[in-house]
């Protein structure tokens, strides 16, 4: 009979035993996930854990700060790397999607690597693998498998000689969270929406900058606290703000300025794989355009993208 309870005491008590003194570390994303997967390492362990949350520079408004403070209430030994410069400037020039894909994933397993091999004597790579990607990474035919590919370190177990715990690889995501709930992680973890690996990096449509970005993260952060704020988010599989690279005329005085162009993206969902458009309620997409266009200078308009899964896709790259 499965309970919450009795999974965290018999995974606690069989972690133990798996890893005796050794020294692991883990990836945290600021998901549910890895942090259910840390919070129960944490457990086990205590500070033979090591977390590293990497800041790629792609981040939402004021993520990793968060993230990071909540990470130390919830007594998680965990080193935040600020390597956002390296990430915008690896991106340069680069506007292809998979292209940008690459960059962000290799980027990531070089940063992860320094930080790793400051710690004496690892001998564990921690995931927060869960079932579905079990299956997932077993028909390696479909996009999933690039979907994916970046969530685990690839490559780095081998080039660092690790083994590889995974505590939640049998469950469910509901699981998670009811685990995740038994060991007190906050809702802000276990109700997030999911968001991408390469983050805000796909929402840029084209070339990444560091402006682009900063553009972006007040615009989505309009739209998420705003659903927050009318008690939609909930009712939303996952949402957030693409800036497109189309300038479109608008007004400002007398004169006609040229800025950018945002779309909305707001989905219902159960696993990703089909979506359909949230029809959310037309006085809140208004009161989120004027918000995003009275408040964050570059952007003079926004549409609300209203196409289903497939052909459409939840994100535009
Ligand atoms: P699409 O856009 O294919 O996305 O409908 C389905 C789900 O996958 C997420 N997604 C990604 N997640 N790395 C990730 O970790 C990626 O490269 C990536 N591309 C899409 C997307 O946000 C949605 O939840």
């Known amino acids: 009979d499965w309970t919450p309870a009795s999974y965290v005491e018999t995974t606690v008590n069989s972690l133990r035993e798996q890893l005796g003194n050794d020294k692991v570390i883990l990836a945290l994303s600021g998901g549910v996930d890895s942090t259910v997967a840390g919070v129960l390492l944490q457990k086990a362990i205590g500070d033979n854990l090591t977390c590293i949350f990497v800041d790629n520079g792609l981040l939402r408004k004021d993520e990793f700060n968060n993230v990071m403070e909540a990470y130390k209430i919830l007594g998680l030994n965990v080193i935040g790397v600020d390597a956002r410069h390296?990430?915008?400037?690896?991106?340069?020039?680069?506007?292809?999607?998979?292209?940008?894909?690459?960059?962000?994933?290799?980027d990531f397993i070089e940063v992860f690597d320094v930080e790793a091999h400051k710690i004496q004597d690892v001998k564990w790579l921690a995931q927060g693998t869960i079932y579905p990607d079990v299956i997932e990474s077993v028909s390696v035919n479909g996009p999933s498998a690039t979907i994916k590919s970046h969530h685990n370190v690839g490559g780095l177990p081998e080039k660092m000689n690790l083994k590889v715990v995974e505590p939640l690889r049998l469950l469910f995501k509901d699981e998670v969270r009811r685990v995740g709930r038994q060991l007190e992680i906050p809702a802000m973890f276990l109700d997030r929406h999911p968001f991408?690996?390469?983050g805000l990096g796909i929402r840029i449509l084209g070339e990444v900058t560091e402006e682009k970005v900063a553009l972006l993260q007040e615009a989505d952060h309009i739209f998420i606290q705003g659903l927050r704020d009318a008690d939609l988010y909930k009712d939303v599989w996952q949402a957030g703000v693409m800036l497109?690279?189309?300038?479109?005329v608008g007004v400002m005085g007398d004169e006609r300025t040229y800025e950018y162009v945002v779309a909305l993206r707001a989905v219902t969902s159960t696993d990703g794989m089909t979506a359909d458009w949230a029809h959310l309620p037309y006085e809140f997409l208004a009161k989120v355009s004027n918000d995003i266009i009275n408040k964050v200078r570059g952007i003079n308009r926004v549409v609300?993208?209203?196409?289903?899964?497939?052909?459409?896709?939840?994100?535009?790259?």
């Open 196 to 198: 991408p690996g390469p």
């Open 304 to 317: 609300y993208d209203i196409s289903s899964k497939p052909p459409a896709t939840i994100e535009w790259e």
């Open 244 to 248: 497109l690279p189309v300038q479109s």
């Open 86 to 106: 390296k990430f915008w400037n690896d991106l340069k020039g680069e506007t292809d999607p998979e292209g940008k894909r690459k960059i962000i994933g290799r």
